[in-house]
Every structure is written in structure tokens, then in C-alpha cells.
């Protein structure tokens, strides 16, 4: 697995998969300084200065980056021809990776709102899944419930109107 990413979401899922088999190869950032923070805490894995993963290892890229990056980074990412490309987003179609160098384009989004310095227990932590190909519904099921008793396959519509929904119900009422 390579993320590309290091914000929160990236700070929780990543050691996540990584104490679950799915080894953390590479995380590339913006800033270099936080990738470097987030590899501390993985076993394996090394800053990646650029976006050409041609020569990766790694079968699974999550962009675990604003929604406003996903299009652009899935336009310039290179990665090899069968990985699998995986936005984390809640609201974002999974269209919006359909300039990807992939056919195996897929949403892992968990139903939960992260901060770095709160401990998460990825065990209770909803997961919902999209894909584009069976390979990758195949490896994103198996991947989603190495971390989590609770996933599910959903569609873009759907997850929009969950993501919706828990925003109102969590974040607009702490901020009230």
C-alpha cells in the first residue's frame, strides 16, 4: 500500500493497514515534513518525493488528501498498469478518479470524523466501499475488513447522503 496523503485520516488509517498486513510502502505529501512524521509510525515505509510510483511495489494508492486534490492528483499520479486507486472521501464521486491510468478505481470512506491526537479503534469504525471492477471490490473487501467489523458496499449517491448526514448530526452540533 502507498498513500499519498498525510493528514488526519491518512494518520489513523495508514498504521491501521499497516499493523493489519497491508505493509505501508511509500507516502507522499505536499510537505514532505508530515509524510516523514506519518512514516515514523509505520513499519516499512519511506517518503516519496513525487507522484510517479511507475516503479512501486505497492498494488494499493489511497489518496487520503482534500476533495478539492482528488481530480487533480489521480490526473497526474503514474502508477502501475493493474493497482488499484482509492479515494477516501465522503462526499466525492468515485468518478472523480476516472482520469486515472487504472481501470481498478474504488471509495474506501470510513464513517468517522479523525483528528490526530485521538486514539481510533478501526474495529468499530463503519467502512463503506465503491468499486469500479470486481479486482477491486475483491481486494478493498478484504482489505476493509482486516481493520473494521463493520463494512459495507455502497454507491457514490449513497455515501454522499451518509456523509451528509453525519456532518449535520456530529459536526454541526458539536458546533452549535
Known amino acids: ?19 493489519a498486513g497491508f505493509v505501508v510502502k511509500e507516502v507522499y505529501s505536499r510537505s514532505p515534513q508530515n509524510a516523514a512524521l ?11 518525493a513525487s507522484l510517479d510510483f511507475s516503479t512501486s511495489a505497492s498494488s494499493i494508492f489511497i489518496l487520503a488528501v482534500s476533495d478539492d486534490a482528488i481530480r487533480t492528483i489521480a490526473q497526474e499520479i503514474v502508477i502501475p498498469e493493474d493497482a488499484i486507486l482509492v479515494h477516501t472521501s465522503g462526499s466525492q464521486p ?25 486514539k481510533i479503534d478501526f474495529k468499530s469504525v463503519p467502512l463503506f466501499v465503491e468499486t469500479h471492477t470486481q479486482e477491486a471490490e475483491r481486494v478493498l473487501m478484504q482489505l476493509a475488513k482486516s481493520i473494521s467489523n463493520e463494512v459495507k458496499k ?14 449535520f448530526a456530529s459536526n454541526f452540533t458539536n458546533h452549535m
Do not use: C, M
Open 154 to 167: 455502497i454507491a457514490s449517491t449513497e455515501r454522499k447522503a451518509l456523509h451528509v448526514a453525519a456532518v
Open 94 to 118: 468515485i468518478t472523480e478518479l476516472q482520469f486515472a491510468a487504472t481501470q481498478n478505481l474504488a471509495v474506501l470512506y470510513p464513517l468517522q470524523t479523525f483528528t490526530k491526537n485521538q
Open 1 to 19: 500500500v502507498s498513500f499519498i496523503g498525510s493528514g488526519n485520516v491518512a494518520w489513523h488509517l495508514a498504521p491501521a493497514l499497516d499493523n
Open 38 to 48: 506519518l512514516t515514523e509510525r509505520l513499519y516499512q515505509a519511506e517518503v516519496k
